[in-house]
């Protein structure tokens, strides 16, 4: 299923709704770092591991995949889905990010509009449904937090 945007809900954008093929497939929710989504009547959960360990997405069957970030400065994390390790990257703006493989860009989430009303979505389709909201609510806690900053240093 091809996933076109993710459009933020609320005043202060904690929940973000996925658009596919026109039409609503799943909630993410942004708030305190977890998660959980329903999809072809199967329950995923994301959470983060204690301390500041990796985020993980899971269904009954197990663990599906996980991301590591690389550190508090920056906005780029290590995605792993079973032996494939992509990197989820911000290339300069905070707004735009990309999944890479090497060095190659394989997918890309972009602002679509200002203050990322809508974010554009182009995710590869080797990549299962489940795992491409994954890497979108990587995105939009990514969002949500440069948003925080933003606030906090003009005050």
Do not use: C, N
Request: charged content about 25%; glycine content about 10%; overall charge negative.
């Amino acid at each position: 299923m091809k996933i076109d945007q993710m459009i933020p809900r609320g005043f202060f954008k904690r929940r973000y709704d996925v658009v596919a093929g026109g039409s609503p497939l799943a909630t993410l929710r942004t708030h305190e770092s977890r998660s959980e989504f329903v999809l072809g009547g199967t329950t995923y959960g994301i959470q983060r591991e204690p301390g500041w360990g990796d985020f993980v997405i899971s269904s009954d069957e197990g663990e599906i995949g996980r991301a590591t970030k690389h550190s508090a400065l920056t906005s780029t994390f290590t995605v792993t889905f079973d032996d494939t390790e992509y990197t989820l990257v911000s290339p300069g703006l905070k707004s735009s990010f990309e999944l890479r493989t090497g060095e190659a860009t394989v997918g890309a989430v972009r602002a679509g509009g200002f203050w990322a009303i809508r974010g554009e979505v182009d995710l590869p389709d080797e990549l299962s449904t489940a795992r491409q909201l994954f890497v979108l609510w990587l995105v939009a806690i990514m969002w949500v937090r440069a948003e925080e900053t933003a606030a906090v240093s003009t005050v």
